[in-house]
């Protein structure tokens, strides 16, 4: 159990182009989702803070207009990254967070490689 | 700001030894806890084992197991009979209630399995 997907994988798209990208957990209900970002060989990043009926909470210097969180179901929430340019390239990594044998933990989704061109 | 220190980029173990990955914190909460994650080349986020700060008793998860000094704001992983499978890039974190269940992250040890 506690599957989260991440759709798509990997995605090529061009500079001032947007692209969405979709985090699922199939088999549980998560009010609170993570998104993160990771460089190359660096550490993972909390971007935003997504809670499902409500708006997202962006870390800090984390531009809430490039990158729109949606979080419209128990089991789906969105990254919007908007006028992509090359520097936005990066791993994104979605997280839910689950109740798990007395306490809350986060289960993370495969991730997408985003490529802007 | 609660930091997490991951202060060996690299490790390298033989096949069947032990080796210990360490993890420093800093924060000024009392109720929270730390994990250890693993990322292999797949990139799949994968959790290792969890620490609750207020429990004593250090987690163990099969060949894995934590040695949790809270005075010392220290957590370190040690990997026993180490496999090939075990290479991988770990993460260390820490997270908080107060703050949503939040996690910060180490800049990670990358550990190789030599056969």
């Known amino acids: 159990g506690a599957v989260v997907s991440q759709h798509p994988s990997w995605v090529i798209c061009k500079s001032g182009t947007s692209v969405k990208i979709e985090c699922r957990s199939l088999d549980f209900q998560a009010t609170t989702m993570f998104w993160y970002r990771q460089f190359p060989k660096q550490s993972l990043m909390l971007m935003a803070t997504?809670?499902?009926?409500?708006?997202?909470?962006?870390e800090q210097g984390v531009e809430k207009d490039k990158f729109l969180i949606n979080h419209a179901s128990l089991t789906l929430s969105t990254l919007t990254v908007t006028s992509a340019h090359p520097e936005d390239s990066s791993f994104y990594i979605c997280?839910?967070?689950?109740?798990?044998?007395?306490?809350?933990?986060?289960?993370f989704g495969p991730g997408t490689r985003l490529t802007v061109t | 700001a609660q930091t997490v220190t991951q202060s060996q980029p690299e490790m390298s173990v033989q096949e069947a030894e032990t080796v210990t990955l360490s993890c420093t914190y800093d924060t000024s909460e009392s109720d929270y806890y730390l994990f250890w994650y693993k990322q292999p080349p797949s990139r799949q986020m994968i959790l290792v084992i969890r620490?609750?700060?207020?429990?004593?008793q250090n987690a163990t998860e099969n060949r894995f197991s934590v040695n949790f000094q809270k005075a010392a704001k220290s957590f370190s992983l040690k990997i026993s009979d180490s496999q090939l499978g075990d290479a991988a890039m770990y993460f260390c974190?820490?997270?908080?209630?107060?703050?949503?269940?939040?996690?910060?992250f180490g800049t990670g040890t990358r550990l190789a399995v030599r056969p």
């Open positions: 974190a820490y997270g908080y209630r107060s703050s949503g269940d939040k996690l910060t």
């Open positions: 997504s809670n499902e009926g409500s708006k997202a909470t962006y």
């Open positions: 997280s839910a967070r689950a109740w798990t044998s007395g306490a809350y933990e986060q289960y």
């Open positions: 620490q609750e700060a207020y429990k004593q």
